[in-house]
């Protein structure tokens, strides 16, 4: 089994910055599909940025130029930068990380943006 325990979220201004960290206990061997994901009361979940398996990066339309995700493979964590954070950005924001086949879920971390 796998455990990804998630730290960083919290209250930030309007225009300000946060940076969300997730921690495997599992290596990160060889190209694994990990990324995060947030849902905001009344909402569907959506995808924020994700590495594919193929070695690719996605963000959704609306993080654009404003979220980067790296990851450090020997901490085994991934991190999600945010920036220019707006008060629609404020949701819970988990991270997902897969393993052929299966597929592991963070706990979730709560950002909230203030206006």
């Known amino acids: 089994q796998v455990q990804l325990v998630e730290s960083g979220g919290g209250l930030v201004e309007a225009g300000g910055s946060l940076r969300v960290s997730c921690a495997a206990s599992?290596?990160?061997?060889?190209?694994?599909?990990m990324g995060w994901y947030r849902q905001a009361p009344g909402k569907q979940r959506e995808l924020v940025a994700v590495f594919t398996s193929g070695g690719a990066i996605l963000y959704g339309s609306s993080v654009k130029g404003r979220f980067t995700i790296s990851r450090d493979n020997a901490k085994n964590t991934v991190y999600l930068q945010m920036n220019s954070l707006k008060p629609e950005d404020t949701a819970v924001y988990y991270c997902y990380m897969k393993w052929t086949p299966n597929g592991y879920w963070g706990q979730g971390t709560q950002v909230t943006v203030s206006s």
């Open positions: 599992r290596s990160f061997s060889g190209t694994n599909t």
